[in-house]
């Protein structure tokens, strides 16, 4: 097939070049031409495992080109992909405004029928508002154009960062929300080299894959967010969130994944998603309850994450509490990946900021996605290169993402580098008993047992003595739970 897909991002990328490794030509429309520029290079501006091999390899063979400019596409092109962003507008809602001039450049310059895939995540009726596009602008024009028949599909992505490529040759399933058996079966050969079981494609309606896609992130969010809570319960209750996670997952109707405490979940679809889902619910009449304190329940473990660090600098017993070091290890919002969009960093540096505490910083792959993201303030942010180099002389050592370059550190080496021997686990990676040997203080979410216990009452007051000393005109920048 000769393919065209508009956007080079983290979907288009991996989407376009995909289409391309299973024998297809494709071209794929990127308006940053910064970008365009640095893939024909062969620089690839995302980090994703294996995705650099397959665009070189498809690149040499001829199988993909970039463009920063909207060709004229009398070429040939079968297929339209469309995989440009939808970001969240001010009150959550999607802007999709990207995907309907797509549509109306497909309709002006297309050469023959073809299929139009909209692969962005997209508000329920988006795929209407795109046909009619198709449709208004084709019988606009010349008769001949006006017959050459342009389908919409709606085929919903499920590519996890970190894991993408495997995703894509790999899938669970394939969404296909179609209109006539014409689009069903080019969806069928579109895939067909995938070598798919028939019940891996999914051929429903286009309004239910729009928001199937919704409702899958959705629910894994609110997975994430239940476990979370119930982290922050077992530690209040002295209960260990581990167990509780073990005995849940023991349950086939519940099963094992997604059900980590960690401190919060990020990147460019489980928050945008999980709002966008709660504002298209409200604008027809359907609040979704559950939807809405999914989201709630992740920014409140963002604050309690900040709330367990600030106490583990309150432990330490030292009369210069306007010097205090925090070292954070683990910038992006998930391992294998650079991706920083709405990480639990971003929302905890800068408030650490705010009350005088030096911040050094260190991530395998994301630390300049990082600091280009954090603005102004990324000059008060100490860049370390080496992950042992962020723990000189740091009071605290709080761990936000889970690489595998953090799971077994030289925990001698950190100990006699560290100047106060504390960590705040905000992955559960570690255990408090081999650490202990050591001298160090151990916080993790949600372990009970595995770590000393203290009232509420003691916690709240050491967090608050804390802040007082460091900011005396300035409140706890968090909200109590």
Known sequence: MNIVVFGAGYVGLVTATGLAELGNHVLCVEVD????????????????????????????????????????????????????????????????????????????????????????????????????????????????????????????????????????????RIVCGVRSTWAEERMRALYAPLQLEAAQVQIIDVRSAELCKYAANALLALRISFMNEMARLCDALGADVHDVRCALGGDSRIGHLYLNPGPGYGGSCFPKDVQALACLGRDVGVRLLTVEATHETNDAQRRWVLEKTLRALGDIDRDDPQTKRVAIWGLAFKPETDDVRECAALAIVPRLLDLGIEVRVHDPEATDNFLRALGPRAAEVKRCGRAIDAIEDADVLLLLTEWHSYRSPDFPEVAARMRSRVIVDARNVWGAAPLAALGFKYHSLGLGPREARETREAREEKTTAVTRTMTPDRELPIEAE
């Open 33 to 172: 031409l910064a970008r365009v520029e640095a893939l024909r290079a062969g620089k690839i501006p995302i980090f994703e495992p294996g995705l650099a091999e397959l665009v070189t390899r498809n690149t040499r063979e001829g199988r993909i080109d970039f463009t920063a400019v909207v060709p004229d596409l009398s070429w040939g092109a079968d297929t339209f992909v469309i995989a440009v962003g939808t970001p969240p507008r001010a009150d959550g809602s999607a802007d999709v405004s990207a995907v309907l001039a797509v549509a109306e450049t497909i309709a002006a310059r297309a050469a023959r029928r073809a299929l139009v895939i909209v692969k962005s995540t997209v508000p329920v009726g988006t795929g209407d508002r795109v046909q009619h596009i198709l449709d208004t602008h084709l019988q606009a024009q010349t008769p001949a154009r006006s017959r050459l028949g342009l389908e919409h599909v709606s085929n919903p992505e499920f590519l996890r960062e970190g894991s993408a490529i495997d995703d894509f040759f790999s899938p669970e």
